[in-house]
């Protein structure tokens, strides 16, 4: 890619539509009332600050271990945190995600991944 995008402009993008969805999302679940036989559980919302919190690292980690790293081991945390077993099954998610995303866009798209700055990026 030649264009003044740039290794910042699609992790804003992404973070932008993600936002809206959730947005829309947490809109929708407070306007409808919830399925019968079901209650508005705090164990959910705890769930889900879980999952923000997770996404806060990944934003504050990925400028220091670089993007390729940060991915797979958020891709990694993420699955454990839904329930997945640790094991190599987890750790071999987190690297495939890691490689696919740099593959996409480092190779297929041009974009550059930096590297961290703790590898000396």
């Known amino acids: 890619m030649s264009d003044a995008v740039g290794a910042g402009g699609v992790p804003m993008a992404l973070a932008a539509v993600m936002a ?11 306007l409808r009332a919830p399925p019968a036989g079901e209650s508005r559980s705090i164990a959910a919302h705890a769930k889900a600050a879980g999952l923000l919190a997770m996404m806060i690292a990944y934003v504050l980690a990925a400028p220091m271990l670089g ?8 891709a990694a945390a993420v699955a454990a945190y839904g329930g997945a077993r640790l094991g190599w099954r987890v750790a071999a998610f987190g690297a495939g995600v890691a490689a696919f995303g740099w593959l996409g866009f480092v190779k297929l ?6 590297v961290g700055t703790i590898f000396g990026g």
Request: glycine letters at 16%; a positive charge.
């Open 20 to 30: 809206g969805a959730g947005a829309l999302l947490v809109l929708r679940s407070l």
């Open 67 to 74: 993007y390729p790293l940060a991915i797979g081991l958020f």
């Open 109 to 114: 798209l041009g974009v550059a991944f930096p």
